[in-house]
């Protein structure tokens, strides 16, 4: 099962932030957080991730709380491109035999 | 660079029939993933192969489905005698190691069993 809880959809007008939270209540120590989305019929594309400090990359940043049970996926300025479902997900790196469980998702809606 | 690539991008085919699908992962990339997307759902894993390892067949649905990797690269996942559930995107994924960055991931082959 999926590690992490998220809202199923979202909404966000054109030209706002997208905030998208994520919980991972259980998450261990050495695992990180990942974020990906996923556009109409195309593969998953990685955002972003990150293990306990904030990070900002061209696509989005990640602010992730200080106890680490949730964090939050920033779109600074969402485009109606930016549609898509946002996976949450949470893994340990630089170790064999593993596999990424990706949950449901959130839907996020871009409006004009 | 090129990117993950998958073959055939549609196949439809008849109930019980054979179907092998396809992935050439990114070069260099050691760890291969196979996933299945059924209509509006997530992202079921599949199996897992990093390096000459055996692979992590753990997500397999059942002794139908089956995967191999030769040569460290190019990947096949084979559905013997196809039912309708088994209609989904199958998408393939590569990475640099095990957990090592993120996962790239392939267009997917829609596969469709009448």
């Known amino acids: 099962d999926a590690k992490t809880t998220q809202p199923t959809s979202m909404d966000c007008a054109e030209g706002r932030a997208a905030n998208l939270p994520c919980n991972h209540s259980?998450?261990?120590?050495?695992?990180?957080v990942y974020w990906y989305r996923q556009i109409h019929s195309q593969g998953p594309q990685y955002i972003i991730h990150?293990?306990?400090n904030n990070e900002t990359n061209e696509m989005a940043s990640l602010i992730i709380t200080e106890d680490r049970k949730s964090s939050t996926l920033i779109l600074p300025h969402a485009t109606l491109r930016d549609t898509a479902v946002y996976y949450c997900i949470v893994r340990v790196d630089g170790t064999g035999g593993f596999k990424t469980i990706f949950g449901a998702g959130t839907r996020l809606f871009v409006k004009a | 660079g090129a990117g993950v690539s998958q073959s055939p991008s549609n196949k439809v085919t008849e109930k019980g029939k054979d179907v092998e699908l396809r992935c050439d992962p990114i070069?260099?990339?050691?760890?291969l993933y196979w996933y299945r997307q059924s209509l509006g759902q997530g992202l079921e894993f599949l199996i897992y192969f990093q390096g000459n390892s055996a692979p992590d067949k753990s997500g397999l649905p059942s002794d139908r489905f089956s995967a191999e990797r030769t040569g460290g690269s190019v990947s096949t996942l084979t559905i013997q005698r196809t039912q309708q559930e088994d209609s989904a995107v199958y998408l393939c994924?590569?990475?640099?190691?095990?957990?090592?960055?993120?996962?790239?991931f392939g267009p997917g082959t829609r596969l469709t069993v009448t």
């Open positions: 990150g293990l306990k």
């Open positions: 259980t998450i261990s120590g050495n695992e990180y």
């Open positions: 994924a590569s990475s640099l190691g095990p957990g090592q960055g993120q996962e790239y």
């Open positions: 070069s260099g990339h050691t760890a």
